[in-house]
């Protein structure tokens, strides 16, 4: 079984930075992405950020480009969210997530961890 654990999240200010780190444990598995979704509250979840196993492309919503970077370790298997600059509209649950070879989308997720940014 594969396992992602987040860790990082918290309550900040706006105007501060956090980082979320997530890990891959459990059995090993390929995948060919693995990224950061968030579920503000009373909305859908949404995509954040992602990036590729294979050349480690990366891919950022509009709502967070320049102002967050993911980025993994060299294994592929842990992946971080580096959020600058946060903002009220920042606050949500963030999910990690991995895209299974094999799978149509993403198909692990972790449990998630709360950002609270307060003005």
């Given at each position: 079984?594969?396992?992602?654990?987040?860790?990082g999240?918290?309550?900040?200010?706006?105007?501060?930075?956090?980082?979320?780190?997530?890990?891959?444990a459990?059995?090993?598995?390929?995948?060919?992405?693995?990224?950061?979704?968030?579920?503000?509250?009373?909305?859908?979840?949404?995509?954040?950020?992602?990036?590729?196993?294979?050349?480690?492309?990366?891919?950022?919503?509009?709502s967070?480009?320049?102002?967050?970077?993911?980025?993994?370790?060299?294994?592929?298997?842990r992946?971080?969210?580096?959020?600058?600059?946060?903002?009220?509209?920042?606050?949500?649950?963030?999910?990690?997530?991995a895209?299974g070879?094999?799978?149509?989308?993403?198909?692990?997720?972790?449990?998630?961890?709360?950002?609270?940014?307060?003005?």
């Open positions: 079984q594969v396992r992602l654990v987040e860790s999240g918290g309550s900040v200010q706006t105007g501060d930075s956090l980082r979320l780190s997530c890990a891959a459990g059995r090993p598995f390929s995948h060919y992405a693995m990224g950061w979704f968030r579920q503000p509250p009373g909305k859908e979840r949404e995509f954040v950020a992602s990036i590729r196993y294979s050349g480690g492309a990366t891919y950022y919503a509009p967070v480009e320049g102002r967050f970077s993911i980025s993994r370790d060299k294994t592929g298997t992946v971080y969210l580096q959020m600058n600059s946060l903002k009220p509209e920042d606050t949500a649950v963030y999910y990690c997530a895209h070879v094999g799978s149509q989308d993403y198909n692990y997720w972790g449990q998630g961890t709360q950002v609270t940014v307060s003005s």
